[in-house]
């Protein structure tokens, strides 16, 4: 079984800045990827950034420049760093990783979400 545990969300206002974490614990054998999605209401879950085993990012074009994706491979833990942040940032974050249980076995797993909140 694995968990992915998420926090750092919450209150800002416009221009200011947050960071996410999210830790994958468990049966993890291996990552492939991790990453965050958001979701603002009545919107889909749009894709913000990702963090390829292989060391490669991704961001959605609304957020580079602003966002910064992290990892720290020895803890499964990937982290958003979110600068200059705007109203139209509001969502909740979903963490995902894309992993290994075993070798022969790989499933995509979600956070819980975090809320963060953007002031004008």
């Known amino acids: 079984q694995v968990q992915l545990v998420e926090s750092g969300g919450g209150l800002v206002q416009a221009g200011g800045s947050l960071r996410l974490s999210c830790a994958a614990s468990?049966?993890?054998?291996?990552?492939?990827?991790m990453g965050w999605y958001r979701q603002a209401p009545g919107k889909q879950r749009d894709l913000v950034a990702t963090f390829t085993s292989g060391g490669t990012t991704n961001y959605a074009d609304s957020v580079k420049g602003r966002f910064t994706i992290a990892r720290d491979n020895a803890k499964n833990t990937v982290f958003l760093q979110m600068n200059s942040l705007k109203p139209e940032d509001t969502a909740v974050y979903y963490c995902f990783a894309d992993l290994h249980t075993i070798p022969t076995s790989r499933s995509l797993y979600w956070g819980q979400g975090t809320q963060v909140t953007v002031s004008s």
């Open positions: 468990g049966s993890v054998f291996s990552i492939n990827a």
